[in-house]
């Protein structure tokens, strides 16, 4: 499964799921589809750069997205952003807006999320490949079952996390999520997403940021400098 550049914190837990079965099966429907000669985004090397950047025990804070972006450039395994120097997407732009309404931070001049990241914020993708120009088009091949892996391991820390879930897809993933509202640790926020058809329907307002800081600061957690720096 490319040359599995992830921080050991996960490498360990996920054994299991790297050699089953349905990881033989993603791991061969890949190879075919690159012998076939398609572009497979983002690069190898870039598939779990997200458990690469966030280790196990630094996660604060989790945000889910569906796909990675199937333009050229784009894509470099963090859900929602993209590469310097690439234009920032819609839903990013929204994402920016809400953030600066919520927390008076400027809006990025770039897409690059890696700041988040380091500082524990999870950037995961439910599907963690794509075709390029082929948006879904590696769904329900796996990477699902390994995704849902992955919650399931922050979900079961000690530690109280807030998972963000902008949209049906991301609050149907993490539907098991032991949350504070039902008695449990982690806090979960659930809106709209941020894309522009559906970001005025409630993701605007949503305060999510702030909130995420209160409740971590609340549980003597670090809170996250969303303010992204200039590149």
């Known amino acids: 499964m490319a040359d599995l550049k992830l921080h050991p914190s996960w490498l360990e837990p996920l054994r299991e799921e790297f ?18 000669g398609k572009r497979i985004f983002p690069a190898g090397s870039e598939w779990f750069r997200a458990l ?103 979900n079961a820390r000690a530690e109280p996390t807030v998972f963000l879930l902008w949209g049906s897809h991301a609050q149907k993933k993490a539907a098991f999520v032991d949350s504070v509202d039902r008695g449990g640790r982690h806090l979960v926020l659930k809106s709209p997403h941020p894309s522009p058809l559906s970001a005025h329907s409630g993701f605007f307002g949503n305060n999510h940021f702030s909130k995420a800081n209160a409740f971590l600061e609340s549980h003597g957690r670090a809170p996250i400098d969303w303010a992204l720096p200039a590149l």
Not at 25 to 32: E, G, I, N
Not at 81 to 102: H, M
Request: charged share 20%.
């Open 19 to 36: 050699a089953s079965p349905y990881m033989a099966a993603l791991r061969d429907f890949l190879k075919a589809e690159k012998a076939a």
């Open 52 to 154: 690469d950047l966030t280790p196990l025990e630094n996660v604060r804070v989790v945000i889910l997205g569906q796909d990675p972006y199937h333009g050229p450039g784009q894509a470099h395994g963090l859900c929602f952003s993209v590469r310097p120097n690439v234009r920032v997407p819609p839903s990013l732009v929204n994402i920016y807006k809400e953030l600066e309404s919520d927390l008076g931070i400027p809006r990025a001049r770039h897409g690059f999320l890696e700041h988040w990241a380091r500082q524990g914020v999870l950037l995961l993708n439910a599907v963690l490949t794509v075709e390029m120009s082929m948006a879904a088009s590696h769904q329900g091949r796996g990477w699902e079952k390994f995704t849902d892996a992955v919650i399931r391991l922050v």
